[in-house]
């Protein structure tokens, strides 16, 4: 019975995941274009999130900044979830939906992305990291799920809505995890072509 439960958790994920793959292809390809605009004009990418998305914006970041599995120079990404002074005191001295967004204003430069993770697309911090970076003139790259929330409506025609076809939390992330891979991936052929066999 425990092992009929785990199977179906693989075989829903799974499921999920080749019902997105048309729909969320042109989406991501649009981020990509946006990230490797950005970051070939000497720009960065902000990314945030919370909980499981804030994993998922350290994971990000982490592979930009390192590498995904190409060796490269390191490119230019912050999560910014990561530096606890900041978040504390800004939680402390304004409020928890400005964590994000006060560092969007101090350091996001026009031309930058801001890689925005919310799976039900209405966290408050995060919608305030959007609204910061459009009077920065950053490029937003929204990831969420269900029908995108309150994410949809403030998104602009230059913006990326990459939205997961799914109410379920747990599947919104394991899509989001590989909508990150391809994105890596993605960016990694536009920098460096083709990798030869060895």
Not at 20 to 30: G, H, T, V
Not at 70 to 77: K, T, V, Y
Not at 147 to 158: F, N, Q, S, V, W
Request: aromatic share 4%; proline share 2%.
């Amino acid at each position: 019975m425990l092992e009929q439960r785990i199977q179906q958790q693989f075989f829903d994920s799974a499921d999920l995941k080749y019902a997105a793959a048309e729909l969320l292809s042109k989406p991501i390809a649009d981020a990509v274009s946006a990230v490797v605009g950005c970051i070939t004009a000497g720009g960065k990418v902000l990314a945030c999130g919370n909980g499981g998305s804030a994993s998922d914006a350290q994971h990000f970041a982490a592979e930009f900044v390192g590498r995904f599995e190409r060796e490269r120079p390191g490119l230019a990404a912050i999560a910014l979830t990561t530096d606890t002074s900041i978040l504390t005191a800004i939680g402390n001295d304004y409020d928890f939906n400005s964590i994000f967004a006060k560092q969007v204003q101090a350091l996001g430069s026009p031309g930058d992305v801001l890689l925005a993770i919310t799976t039900s697309g209405n966290s408050a911090n995060v919608l305030a990291a959007v609204e910061a970076a459009h009077a920065k003139e950053m490029t937003v790259v929204a990831l969420t799920g269900h029908t995108g929330g309150k994410m949809r409506g403030l998104l602009l025609e230059t913006d990326v809505h990459i939205c997961v076809p799914h109410e379920r939390t747990a599947r919104i992330q394991e899509v989001h995890i590989l909508t990150l891979h391809c994105l890596c991936d993605a960016v990694d052929l536009q920098l460096l072509g083709e990798q030869e066999d060895t």
